[in-house]
């Protein structure tokens, strides 16, 4: 499997490129802010055609490349099926997928996100105004209850996560990999510990895409317009009881880490441990 990250120029918001192998259909997730010249890239060293896009929720700084993406894949012949002929019919079959309770702020993700600096909205920050996809649509409903595949080869799974954003959600997915880059800034215990000659050996790791959810020794904020502080204790309470400690976490920004790790060392979640659920928050 293929599993690449990218680093958006604005708020430093991860992109990740997935896709079964070399020359299959990739699934993008999470193009923020001048994320699609590296998404595209990364696609391009693999043969990849872009087949989807997956957006762990609505905040500006994780869509605002969603439409420019598929414009560029699009203009260099790169999106799965695409008819030379008829480029933008096939650009307007590029499936957006997004939780549905924040469907809404693919509308104006500036205004819904509600993040000024220094007296600039994001398009500002970002250079660029807001281009709305076409392809946008709530995530399977049943992707919450069993996997599905977003592109040909790739299950996932859902779980339902508000608190930072009322559509936040973690999505799982078993991947197969050797020394992969992203494994290794994880300290996945198998790859630090193995003997080197045994370090590309494809094993089964269990990865969770998780957003602004829960970061490396730290969580996802509250204070923006749709977070609920309460929401989110009780969000990562019930995370830390479900995720096995093994599943290594992709975060929306920062470090790859693992859930053992944030069990040791993120006190966010030690207090959502002990204070998750209280209304009293």
């Known amino acids: 499997m293929i599993l690449e990250r990218t680093i958006a120029p604005v708020f430093a918001a991860n992109c990740y490129v997935l896709a079964p192998g070399p020359g299959s259909p990739a699934l ?6 001048g994320a699609a010249a590296g998404a595209l890239a990364l696609m391009r060293g693999h043969g990849l055609t872009l ?10 700084d994780h869509v605002w490349d969603t439409h420019r993406l598929i ?45 000024r600096a220094q007296g600039m909205g994001f398009a500002d920050l970002a250079g660029s105004p807001w281009a709305r996809p076409s392809g946008i649509r709530p995530f ?4 919450f209850s069993r996997a599905v595949e977003l592109v040909p080869g790739i299950g996932i799974q859902a779980v339902p996560a508000p608190g930072h954003s009322e ?40 990865i969770a895409l998780s957003g602004d959810v829960i970061f490396k020794g730290s969580v996802g ?9 309460v929401q989110m204790l009780g969000t990562l309470r019930l995370l830390a009881s479900a995720i096995d400690p093994a ?4 975060p929306g920004h920062g470090a790859a880490t693992t859930m053992a790790h ?20």
Do not use: C, W
């Open 28 to 33: 993008v997730v999470d193009p923020g802010a």
């Open 51 to 60: 087949g989807a896009i997956l957006l762990t929720h609505g905040h500006a």
């Open 71 to 115: 414009e560029a894949a699009s203009a260099a012949g790169m999106l799965t099926g695409q008819d030379p002929a008829d480029p933008a019919e096939a650009a307007g079959r590029v499936p957006v997928h997004i939780p549905e309770p924040d469907l809404y702020r693919l509308e104006d993700p500036d205004a819904t996100t509600g993040v």
């Open 140 to 143: 399977p409903g049943h992707g």
């Open 167 to 206: 559509g936040s959600s973690v999505f799982f997915l078993n991947a197969r990999l050797g020394a992969n880059d992203l494994l290794i800034e994880a300290e996945v215990p198998e790859l630090i510990e193995a003997d080197p000659s045994a370090a590309d050996q494809e094993r089964d790791h269990l």
């Open 221 to 229: 904020r509250t204070d923006l317009p749709g977070g609920d502080q």
């Open 247 to 250: 599943t290594v976490l992709l």
């Open 262 to 281: 944030e069990h040791r060392a993120n006190p966010y979640l030690a207090e959502a441990k002990v204070r998750g659920g209280d209304l009293k928050a």
